[in-house]
């Protein structure tokens, strides 16, 4: 049976009115950024939401502003009315603290002319303090206001009323929801968890909207519009094989030298980056071809490694290279240098503003997943090893031998392996390092990172 889509429901108000704050307060996590400073959301960010037993997939939008429509405020409005299209119901919210403003009114007359159903939320109503605002608030036209604190969590069973009648038609039966459940539960993980990542302005959000086919993330001239890691679910299909695969799409905002991020806001917003490349599979590092590879590129890249992502380094704006080659060849030798722990990573060329390059950099992001999640046979793991250990033994610091029995894969997404043996404490970093590139040489594992743990036998005699 086909999923049902859940109902749409898309928050709408000018800014700094607590539009994230009431999203993270529904779905019930902190994922969007929220800061005093207006104007924090920039892209439409969606979460599934379970209200009372009420679902509806709820979407976050940015602040909406009276701006030149070619201005970033004016393209970020642009964005917010695009949101609406295809929307079940808008939550349009209003500060209840303060007094109607002539934006709150425009917004007004613009949802008055939509044909979408409007529930008017006063947030920040704690206490007695929105009583004014509230009363105010009548004269927008939407009847009733639902008075609620997002930030305290008071008001929710009256904005579950409200929502009931509008929705309710809309959800899932649940006999529907039961066989959801049950093909869900059996059907194997196949979406590819991929996270663009990069300097500001190199372009990554242009990428994503090639890819999807749709300007569904703001993008603009100016560095650091992205400040969110910002989710997209998609469908790709492979033109080679013909094959449909899923995958979850994630921009996040430019990380810049450490140094330079002073203000609050570019530091959370980094730090959701950050927490992206955590939840990864795949990570592609973007690079700008007008710049080429620079130091706080190699930052994010061990970053990368060290979480032990996958990963890949595209060269964005191939269309406008020069020398096109040598730029090629010169990132090529940086890399190998730069990430002397791991040679050999991706490398590609691609344009987001053109498509050059973007299947086969999907195509090598899925096999670079499958190298990162396999798993080697015990016995032809220990086969290698043996092989391994003959054509290069191990030395015997201070004429003694340095003994190593078995190895043993104990983990997959990083590949983590465990040798077992003696002495292991005087094992040289060199030779760790030659049984680390023999197994991704050897046992199909490419360039992703692999964890290699040694572990000797306690001795019951020795002193602790």
């Not at 939550?91 to 303060?98: E, G, K, P, Q, Y």
């Not at 039961?178 to 300097?199: D, N, Q, T, W, Y």
């Not at 080697?376 to 220990?382: D, G, Q, S, W, Y």
Request: glycine fraction near 8%; aromatic fraction near 6%; charge should be negative.
């Amino acid at each position: 049976m086909a999923k049902r889509p859940l109902p749409q429901v898309v928050i709408i108000g000018r800014p700094n009115v607590g539009k994230s704050t009431l999203f993270n307060r529904l779905i019930g996590k902190k994922l969007a950024l929220v800061d005093d400073q207006p104007g924090v959301t920039r892209d439409r960010r969606f979460g599934e939401v379970s209200l009372l037993g009420l679902e509806f997939m709820l979407v976050d939008t940015a602040g909406w502003e009276d701006e030149d429509p070619e201005s970033l405020p004016g393209r970020m409005r642009a964005q917010t009315e695009v949101s609406l299209k295809g929307a079940d119901l808008a939550l349009f919210v209003i500060d209840s603290r303060a007094s109607l403003t002539p934006l709150d009114e425009e917004i007004a007359r613009w949802l008055r002319a939509q044909d979408v159903p409007v529930v008017l939320v006063a947030n920040k109503a704690e206490g007695r303090s929105g009583d004014d605002g509230i009363m105010e608030s009548y004269a927008l036209g939407f009847g009733e206001p639902v008075a609620i604190s997002a930030e305290h969590g008071e008001g929710m069973a009256g904005l579950f009323e409200a929502l009931l009648p509008l929705l309710e038609e809309k959800q899932p039966a649940e006999d529907e929801s039961e066989e959801i459940a049950l093909e869900e539960e059996h059907k194997p993980f196949s979406a590819l968890s991929l996270a663009i990542v990069g300097r500001p302005n190199a372009g990554k959000s242009t990428l994503i909207n090639r890819l999807i086919g749709e300007n569904r993330l703001l993008t603009g001239p100016e560095a650091g519009i992205t400040r969110d890691s910002i989710a997209v679910d998609w469908e790709w299909t492979d033109p080679e094989s013909g094959e449909t695969r899923q995958l979850r799409l994630v921009d996040t905002a430019g990380m810049r030298k450490k140094a330079k991020v002073q203000d609050k806001l570019e530091r959370l917003s980094v730090a959701d980056a950050r927490h992206a490349i955590d939840y990864a599979e795949v990570v592609v590092l973007l690079l700008d071809a007008t710049r080429g590879l620079e130091v706080q590129d190699l930052k994010i890249a061990n970053l990368v490694l060290e979480e032990g992502r996958a990963l890949m380094v595209a060269i964005n704006k191939w269309d406008v290279a020069e020398n096109a080659s040598a730029l090629f060849n010169g990132v090529r030798a940086a890399l190998d240098e730069g990430l002397a722990q791991l040679k050999g990573v991706p490398l590609l060329a691609v344009s987001g503003l053109t498509g050059k390059g973007l299947d086969q950099m999907l195509a090598a992001a899925f096999e670079v997943r499958e190298a990162w999640s396999r798993r080697v046979p015990t016995a032809a793991l220990n086969r290698w090893f043996e092989h391994a250990i003959e054509a290069n033994p191990p030395p015997a610091p201070g004429g003694k031998r340095i003994k190593l029995r078995y190895i043993t894969q104990s983990n997959t997404r990083p590949p983590r392996f465990v040798i077992f043996g003696n002495r292991l404490d005087d094992l040289p970093a060199s030779y760790e390092r030659y049984l680390l590139n023999g197994i991704r040489r050897e046992l199909g594992f490419g360039a992703v990172p692999v964890r290699l743990t040694l572990k000797s036998p306690k001795n019951p005699f020795a002193k602790d």
